[in-house]
């Protein structure tokens, strides 16, 4: 987590919003943004979840905090409702938007707040000779065209299943529960212990819980095969269920968890160009053993329920999965969520990621197993609604 993250992280903390979460819990259908918060007048009749990722969307595209546009953000005297210039000045800006893709776009989401702003309060306006005459940047499109001479999307996933300890095993794998440490970027305070526990076909938990100390709280993600929860203390919703373009992320991650199935998940499987990934970083500092090595990977996406969009990067040198990027939607664009996979071991016959990087609009998590085991039972209630270990 950069500075800016752990400014909004903790901007926010302490200030979740507790009628709102555990009404929504009763509610069977989704709590909605209008109904939930007291001043929403152009991001209206939209799940609160997605209502809160285009707050995530904002400060990122302006690389701007909550207080940026919220008074007293990350104080107990915040008020999320009142109006400030920018916030007045961002929700004309969202009017606009919207204007502009319908009236251009047919209503595509081409044009985002990023679009113009790149990390910046104010666009630039012109070029410079830097821009021009530097080195240029290279970033992946989000959706990928499809090029002509790159493999079959069937083929790398078959690839892959195969990397992973084959069909065969895969269909057999029923359940597991996987244990190790979590560490927070940006010095949030403190590893946590975490177990990522998941059951076929579709059911999984991540549950982290950090030491008391650190005052962080446990952080659980959970989904039973139809209903997600998150609970983060660090956000404004506190305890929520999931219901927006989060819902459908979550499911395709529960799914994925056994990933024999994955030629089944999503459709318009299509290749595209290669790219190449480094290592994730080492959150515990250099270690020489583990020097970032670049892989060549090829990309495959394929589409899902609503907006879901995911790419998977695949090693082209051992066909194991190195990246998983998935977007859910909102009404300003697309909410990115990347997971980064490396040190791949076998159990049982079937190879794990040992390291996994969660990022995500509003922090990054990275995650060390130590130990993962396969087939064996796993509590269903980890799946329900989260039940606070700590009780912090
Ligand atoms: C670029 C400015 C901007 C940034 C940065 C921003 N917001 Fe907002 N926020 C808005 C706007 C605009 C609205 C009102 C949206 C509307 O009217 O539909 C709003 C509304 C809200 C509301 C609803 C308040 C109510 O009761 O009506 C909450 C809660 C909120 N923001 C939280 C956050 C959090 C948390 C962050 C940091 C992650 C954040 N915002 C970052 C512009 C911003
Ligand atoms: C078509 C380009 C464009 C898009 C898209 C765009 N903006 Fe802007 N935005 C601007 C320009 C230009 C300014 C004015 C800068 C100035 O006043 O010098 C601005 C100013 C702002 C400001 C005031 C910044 C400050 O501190 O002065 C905010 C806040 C803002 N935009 C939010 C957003 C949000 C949120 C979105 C997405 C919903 C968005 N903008 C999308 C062009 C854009």
């Not at 989401?109 to 012109?126: A, E, G, M, Y």
């Not at 530097?134 to 065209?145: E, F, L, M």
């Not at 390291?355 to 209630?381: C, E, F, Q, S």
Request: hydrophobic content about 40%; charged content about 20%; overall charge neutral.
């Amino acid at each position: 987590m950069n500075s800016k993250l752990v400014a909004i992280a903790i901007a926010v903390a302490g200030l979740a919003v507790v009628p709102v979460a555990r009404a929504q819990q009763a509610a069977p259908k989704p709590l909605l943004s209008d109904e939930a918060f007291k001043n929403v007048q152009v991001l209206k009749g939209i799940p609160v979840d997605d209502f809160m990722q285009t707050m995530g969307l904002m400060s990122a595209a302006l690389q701007f905090d909550c207080a940026d546009c919220h008074e007293a953000a990350g104080t107990q005297k915040v008020d999320w409702a009142a109006d400030t210039p920018r916030k007045r000045r961002a929700r004309a800006m969202v009017t606009m938007v919207t204007n502009i893709n319908k009236n251009n776009f047919g209503g595509q989401q081409l044009v985002t707040c990023f679009s113009c702003h790149h990390n910046r309060d104010k666009p630039l306006t012109t070029p410079t000779m830097d821009i021009i005459y530097g080195t240029p940047q290279v970033d992946p499109d989000d959706i990928i065209a499809k090029i002509d001479g790159m493999p079959n999307p069937e083929a790398i996933l078959d690839r892959y299943i195969q990397a992973l300890g084959g069909a065969e095993r895969l269909a057999a794998l029923k359940s597991f529960d996987a244990m190790g440490t979590a560490v927070g970027f940006g010095g949030l305070g403190g590893d946590g212990a975490v177990e990522i526990a998941a059951q076929a076909p579709d059911k999984r938990a991540m549950i982290i819980v950090f030491k008391k100390e650190t005052g962080r709280g446990d952080e659980i993600r959970s989904f039973d095969g139809r209903i997600g929860w998150v609970r983060t203390p660090l956000n404004v919703l506190g305890e929520f269920q999931l219901s927006g373009g989060d819902l459908d992320g979550a499911r395709f991650d529960a799914q994925f968890s056994f990933p024999g199935q994955i030629k089944s998940l999503l459709t318009n499987w299509k290749t595209g160009p290669p790219m190449s990934i480094g290592d994730p970083p080492n959150p515990q500092g250099a270690d020489p053993a583990a020097a970032p090595q670049t892989h060549i990977t090829d990309p495959v996406q394929g589409t899902g329920p609503r907006n879901l969009l995911v790419t998977l990067y695949f090693d082209r040198q051992t066909g194991l999965l190195l990246r998983e990027l998935r977007y859910g939607g909102s009404p300003i664009g697309r909410v990115p969520t990347q997971i980064d996979y490396s040190d791949y071991r076998d159990v049982n016959g079937i190879k794990f990621p040992f390291r996994i990087t969660y990022a995500w609009l509003d922090g990054r998590n990275a995650i060390v197993l130590n130990d993962v085991k396969t087939n064996v039972p796993i509590d269903a209630r980890k799946f329900g609604r989260p039940v606070p270990v700590t009780g912090n």
